[in-house]
């Protein structure tokens, strides 16, 4: 299982690697925005995607958006975790088809379960 | 700072009344010259006025922005680009708070990476020695295992001294980590408490600028619906106080609620 870990912050990246560590996933792989993570998306086959909100250059909806609109990568399982918590946010995020919505701080039990449940319905 | 600008004093609105008096006698007295001539002299005290409006609001402003600089010492006489200056300061300190705050969990995260797998093997090797010792206890073991069993356990007992050793000096120093709560604390309280300064001055400058305008005679504009709508889409970073917002999540519970509504 390859994964890759979209977030402009390092200490989040490096948590949230030490987590899936944790879970058994040690393919990872890391991007601070949107604008670096799409061509590895699309060079790279990744089963996995975990992606912060707010970046600059591409944010994670963005990176969302155009992942969904990837033939190749339309059906990329995808988890948000972010600090964003509008509930508008939240349902842009799901009408964008986001396939998790994890919002920080989280505990490592939280992400445990978004994790699993996606997979368990893909 | 008090300002009253708008009213006329009672000197003027004096003056004034005479000039109506005056003027309304000329006019009934069909001479026009000096009922113009009296036009002339209320029209110069109104303009007296104004100009005397906007001295007291320039002097009002000056000083509004000579307190944006609320820390002297730190930018030293140039009071020109002091309130600019102070703003540098507080990015700097904010900066100072980010890196601060990215040293310390970089460093906690490594001594936890560092001692991890130490605790690990420690765990491991524990749990082969038991195995082998309950295989002892049985008498299970060869002579030779044991001289084996026997080493293991001397160079265990070496190991665990060493390990506990350093598993104790990364929990104390990423106690010790922790201390950049108290260093970015003291620098967030200072930055919001220039924040709240130049709220105030802001607000003064405010009620400046509405003074300005309703002596001058403009209305503000009303512009806002469209900027708000604009602001849902785009990020905002962690909720600082979501338990008081409606439109805001407060826990990963009610994110669960709300994406299970829309079928998730």
């Known amino acids: 299982m390859k994964i890759l870990i979209v977030d402009d912050f390092s200490t989040m990246r490096r948590i949230i690697k030490n987590l899936l560590r944790d879970l058994g996933f040690t393919n990872t792989q890391e991007a601070d925005d949107g604008l670096t993570a799409l061509p590895m998306l699309k060079g790279g086959d990744f089963d996995f995607l975990v992606t912060d909100w707010n970046m600059p250059g591409m944010t994670g909806i963005e990176l969302l958006k155009e992942v969904r609109a990837d033939d190749k990568l339309a059906s990329l399982p995808t988890l948000m975790v972010t600090a964003e918590a509008k509930k508008d946010q939240i349902v842009e995020a799901a009408q964008a088809g986001v396939n998790g919505y994890v919002v920080k701080p989280f505990t490592a039990q939280a992400l445990k379960e978004k994790i699993e449940k996606i997979f368990d319905r893909v | ?264």
């Not at chain 2, 002091?82 to 490594?110: G, H, I, P």
């Not at chain 2, 990423?174 to 260093?183: A, M, R, S, T, V």
Request: proline share 2%; charged share 30%.
């Open chain 2, 1 to 264: 700072m008090e300002t009253q600008l708008s009213t006329p004093t009672p000197d003027m609105i004096e003056e004034l009344r005479q000039c109506a008096a005056a003027l309304t006698e000329k006019l009934q007295g069909d001479q026009y010259e000096e009922a113009s001539a009296l036009i002339e002299k209320v029209t110069d005290c109104r303009d007296r006025h104004i100009f005397q409006s906007i001295g007291k609001l320039t002097r009002g402003l000056h000083d509004s922005m000579k307190n944006f600089n609320v820390d002297g010492g730190v930018c030293s006489a140039t009071n020109e680009h002091a309130d600019e200056c102070e703003f540098n300061d507080a990015s700097n300190r904010l900066n100072y708070v980010m890196e601060l705050t990215q040293n310390a969990a970089e460093k906690t995260m490594d001594m936890v990476e560092e001692a991890a797998p130490i605790s690990l093997s420690l765990g491991q090797e524990a749990a082969v020695l038991k195995t082998e010792w309950l295989r002892l206890r049985q008498r299970e073991m060869t002579p030779d295992e044991f001289r084996g069993f026997y080493e293991r356990l001397d160079k265990f007992f070496d190991v665990t001294d060493t390990s506990t050793k350093k598993l104790n000096e990364n929990l104390q120093s990423i106690i010790l980590e922790q201390g950049f709560q108290d260093l970015t604390g003291q620098v967030l309280k200072r930055v919001i408490s220039l924040m709240s300064e130049v709220e105030d001055n802001l607000v003064s400058l405010v009620k400046i600028a509405a003074q300005v305008e309703s002596v001058v005679g403009i209305k503000p504009e009303e512009v806002k619906a469209q900027a708000e709508k604009e602001a849902d889409i785009k990020g905002e970073g962690p909720q600082i106080k979501a338990e008081e917002r409606e439109d805001v999540v407060g826990s990963q519970d009610e994110v669960d609620d709300l994406l299970s509504s829309l079928g998730f």
